[in-house]
T-cell receptor, first 113, second 108 residues
Framework: DTGVSQDPRHKITKRGQNVTFRCDPISEHNRLYWYRQTLGQGPEFLTYFQNEAQLEKSRLLSDRFSAERPKGSFSTLEIQRTEQGDSAMYLC???????????FGPGTRLTVT | GIQVEQSPPDLILQEGANSTLRCNFSDSVNNLQWFHQNPWGQLINLFYIPSGTKQNGRLSATTVATERYSLLYISSSQTTDSGVYFCAVNSGNTPLVFGKGTRLSVIA
């Protein structure tokens, strides 16, 4: 069990650019979650997958955001035309099922200048 | 949706002191987790405790599901315990909902 990994750990981009983050969950976990955390707040849910199916999306996930999990293993989160308000920590988590605890990755810290 | 309230929002302790952090939630849950977020942002899972009591070293947690609260106890606090402690809950297929956290500072 190597835990949940995320790449990159830090990303600085200019407003208007597109960015993509990757998450590799624990291998036997079929559920994968994306969260966003801004300074001084708790993480907020964005979306989750069961295997390759995206089952729920938060209203926080605007049209500029898209997430995929093409083979039910790793996932990517893309933000198009980044805005300064997108600056946050993006956290990925995985779990074996609904009733199990979530294990979080180290996060990707995005700064939009 | 489920509301999660944590108290106190901030706590300063002298090294060696004990503390109790509280998490209240507004509806029945089937999952409750306590996390410690370190200065680098990593969320470390402390306890998965939808009900009952668990202990891990100097930390223990109790969830009274029927009264919709959970407590995290930290004994003999150390400076490395500093950080933000989050309680998070969910019910059924709903997403995990986090409280705003308790920011703990342990001073030597």
């Amino acid at each position: 069990d190597t835990g949940v990994s995320q790449d990159p750990r830090h990303k600085i981009t200019k407003r208007g650019q597109n960015v993509t983050f990757r998450c590799d969950p624990i291998s036997e976990h079929n559920r994968l979650y994306w969260y966003r955390q801004t300074l001084g707040q708790g993480p907020e849910f964005l979306t989750y997958f069961q295997n390759e199916a995206q089952l729920e999306k938060s209203r926080l996930l605007s049209d500029r955001f898209s997430a995929e999990r093409p083979k039910g293993s790793f996932s990517t989160l893309e933000i198009q035309r980044t805005e300064q308000g997108d600056s946050a920590m993006y956290l990925c988590a995985s779990s074996l099922g609904t009733w199990d605890g979530r294990t979080f990755g180290p996060g990707t810290r995005l700064t939009v200048t | 949706g489920i509301q999660v309230e944590q108290s106190p929002p901030d706590l300063i302790l002298q090294e060696g002191a004990n503390s109790t952090l509280r998490c209240n939630f507004s509806d029945s849950v089937n999952n409750l987790q306590w996390f410690h977020q370190n200065p680098w942002g990593q969320l470390i899972n402390l306890f998965y405790i939808p009900s009952g009591t668990k202990q891990n070293g100097r930390l223990s947690a109790t969830t009274v599901a029927t009264e919709r609260y959970s407590l995290l106890y930290i004994s003999s606090s150390q400076t490395t315990d500093s950080g933000v402690y989050f309680c998070a809950v969910n019910s059924g297929n709903t997403p995990l909902v986090f409280g705003k956290g308790t920011r703990l500072s342990v001073i030597a």
